[in-house]
């Protein structure tokens, strides 16, 4: 598999049609619907990726009565990846998509008719790990040449910043093979199919724990600074552009919700958040380890305002021309709207 095929990203630009609708319906089929909010508000479906890190604030803000102290009545929708939410977003599908703004400039760039307006995430969910079996030989990013690393998808975020470490490290990333491998990499680092993969929690504490090295923990302030420059807009929801006009009381009382749900996730009690999440994801799971891991990751990953940081968005930008992924110079500040959460 080669290291970046520009077919396989998350947007395929072929797009804005009919059929675009049904391919964002079936990006949601089979998903987890978490439990509505109580109130007798404005019902709104709002779809995102599945991923633990991700979730929070959203399921916070439901748990904890942000909606409905703001009059909405929000249906949480557990997408298959960032792009499928993206898909169900433009399709029609649902009324607002939180993704990784990986997601969001790719499709922006392909001409999806989306406008960001907030922000619920300031660094990316992912860290660069070795397989216990290669942890001695494999000791930092550029000597990744010559060997496997597992991605979630070509075109994904993992794979934009594992391309854009590999850059900044030196490293020939044609000698890099990247193999698709799905949001769950956790058993293939553990029994070496692959050799490095780009994972994010708990799987990262897992592998740890198994003998793996740790290349570049994108998670934690001090890599972040150190590989990135700095924050890195992760995490955030877009509305189709079209509907901004209609829904802007809407989206500032979506604004409002989630700014305290993410003051509330600095504040409330490790326990708490765990008790903030749907039961489906906490049945049978080591709610001790996603304790620990809220606790250690909080501070670091969630902003506590929802306003856009224009120049961790730009990073972004950089390093996903630098993969390859979004064309050199693109145009991306049309992609937000500040005026919602400023």
């Known amino acids: ?25 079936a990006a949601l089929a089979g998903t987890l619907a978490a439990p509505r909010a109580r109130a007798a508000g404005k019902p709104i ?8 890190l ?11 009565s942000f909606y409905e102290k703001e009059g909405l009545d929000v249906e949480l929708v557990y997408a298959r990846g960032g792009g499928a939410a993206m898909q169900a977003l433009v399709g029609g ?6 993704t990784a703004l990986d997601v969001a400039l790719i499709a922006y760039s392909k001409h999806a008719p989306i406008r960001r307006f907030l922000s619920t995430g300031k660094l990316p969910l992912f860290a660069l790990v070795v397989a216990p079996q290669r942890a001695k030989t494999i000791t ?9 690393v597992g991605v979630s998808g070509l075109g994904n975020a993992d794979h934009a910043l594992c391309l ?15 193999a698709t491998m799905g949001p769950n990499l956790l058993e293939a680092l553990r029994q070496g199919q692959v050799d490095a993969g780009m994972v994010q929690e708990p799987a990262l504490t897992l592998i740890v724990k198994g003998g793996g090295r740790v290349l570049v ?74 304790r620990d891991i809220l606790a250690k990751y909080r501070a670091s990953l969630y902003p506590t305002t929802v306003r856009i940081d224009l120049a961790a968005a730009d990073r972004v930008a950089r ?12 145009k991306t500040s049309g992609l937000y709207d500040t005026a919602i959460a400023g």
């Open 1 to 25: 598999m080669s290291c970046c095929d520009p077919h396989q990203a998350v947007w395929n630009g072929k797009d804005l049609h009919r059929r675009t609708v049904l391919k964002g319906a």
């Open 45 to 52: 479906k709002l779809a995102f990726c599945s991923q633990l």
């Open 54 to 64: 991700c979730i929070i604030p959203y399921e916070v803000a439901r748990a904890h």
């Open 93 to 98: 599908a649902v009324d607002y998509g939180a």
């Open 140 to 148: 930092s990013v550029k000597s990744l040449e010559g060997h496997t």
């Open 164 to 178: 854009y470490l590999l850059h900044e490290a030196g490293a020939d990333a044609s000698r890099v093979q990247f």
């Open 217 to 290: 923990n994108a998670m934690n302030v001090a890599d972040a600074r150190k590989y990135l420059g700095g924050n890195y807009e992760f995490m955030g929801v877009a509305v189709r552009t079209a509907e901004i006009a209609q829904r802007t009381d809407e989206m500032k009382a979506l604004a409002r919700a989630l700014s305290g749900a993410l003051q509330a996730v600095q504040t409330l009690s490790p326990d708490d958040l765990v008790k903030s999440l749907p039961p489906e994801m906490t049945t049978g799971a080591d709610t001790g380890a996603m």
């Open 319 to 330: 390093a996903l021309e630098i993969a390859g992924l979004l064309p050199h110079g693109a």
